[in-house]
């Protein structure tokens, strides 16, 4: 399976004309944040595949619209506004043979909206573990791709808060051995860059602007 992973950047080689011949192979896409939904529905609308993605603490004008906050008495669980985009934070998909889930949100350096401190990111974790037991014991794993907006701690971040990276998803990487994860948030300006890590089971991936990701 062929999967575009974007994030953080209108990258005009995807948001461009030529966007069907340049990604004719792609099987998936999936989105690790501070992208528009309106860019997220061309693409949807251009390539006609799955789109799953997170949001992340940029954009978050919609997050209403799919997850309740507690300023905010709008909320409906669908897609948005006809977008076929589907929302992977702290929910379980399976796509074809994948087993997919997703937690958005980057750590907390503002108290702004869809920010997390770890304690609080451990929680969204635990709410997923029925879930990861049940595709253990009837799918032979606990997962293939956990979708983030943030990083993981000491893999691709930054030292300044906003760019940390959670200890809890080295937790979930151990524990439950997802053969990717996907984050967004860490953009990349050099080429020298490292934008894909190994870490024990799990190849952690940068999705910045776009990349591309092959799964047998």
Same mark, same amino acid.
């Given at each position: 399976? &062929? ?40 693409? =949807? ?47 379980? &998909?399976?796509?074809? &043979? ?46 293939? =791709? ?39 948030? =860490? ?24 990349? =591309?990701?092959?799964?047998?």
């Amino acid at each position: 399976m &062929k999967i575009l992973c974007i994030s953080d950047q209108i990258d005009p080689l995807v948001y461009s004309p030529g966007i069907k011949e340049r990604f004719s192979g792609i099987d998936l896409i999936l989105a690790a944040g501070d992208l528009p939904l309106d860019y997220l529905d061309f693409i =949807i609308s251009t390539l006609n595949k799955p789109l799953f993605f997170v949001f992340g603490n940029h954009h978050t004008g919609d997050l209403k619209y799919y997850r309740r906050l507690w300023n905010s008495p709008a909320f409906m669980d669908s897609e948005y506004m006809g977008c076929g985009a589907i929302h992977l934070g702290t929910k379980f &998909k399976k796509e074809g &043979k994948l087993l997919l889930a997703g937690f958005g949100g980057s750590m907390r350096y503002n108290h702004g909206v869809n920010q997390f401190t770890e304690f609080e990111m451990y929680m969204e974790i635990f709410k997923l573990i029925p879930r990861l037991l049940w595709n253990r014991i009837f799918h032979g794993r606990y997962i293939d =791709i956990l979708l983030t907006h943030a990083p993981p701690k000491g893999i691709h971040d930054r030292a300044d808060k906003c760019h940390w990276g959670f200890k809890a998803f080295l937790w979930f990487m151990k524990v439950f051995k997802p053969k990717y994860l996907v984050h967004g948030h =860490i953009h990349l300006y050099d080429l020298s860059d490292v934008r894909c890590t190994k870490w024990n089971n799990t190849t952690v991936v940068n999705a910045y602007s776009h990349y =591309i990701i092959n799964i047998n």
